[in-house]
């Protein structure tokens, strides 16, 4: 049985709109992650009070008066003890 073409576009539409949603959705999406115990990872302090910590195979910095974590490495590679540089400008 042929459908008729307005309901072949409506169901297109519908998908095109759920397609768009989904998509945005993982777009703007955002994970907040407390961790208050846990094993097998390292922090180093830099000079200007950063943190840079190697969690879950990546090297995340924070900064010194707290707030967000912004991941440094892109996890292509496993990330290991993050040690700052002696100026605090680079983590090696």
């Known amino acids: 049985m042929d459908r008729h ?3 072949t576009l409506t169901n297109s539409l519908i998908r ?3 397609a768009i949603l989904l998509l ?3 777009i703007s999406a955002e994970a907040q992650v407390v961790i208050t115990k ?3 990872f390292a922090v180093d302090i830099a000079a200007d009070g950063h943190l840079a910590i190697d969690l879950l195979g990546k090297i995340w ?3 010194p008066k707290g707030g967000a974590a912004e991941a440094v490495t892109d996890g292509a590679l496993t990330a290991r003890r ?3 540089s002696p100026d605090s400008r680079a983590i090696v």
């Open 61 to 63: 910095v924070i900064p």
């Open 24 to 26: 945005l959705g993982a």
């Open 5 to 7: 073409p307005t309901a």
């Open 16 to 18: 095109l709109h759920l």
């Open 82 to 84: 993050a040690r700052w």
């Open 38 to 40: 846990g094993t097998n």
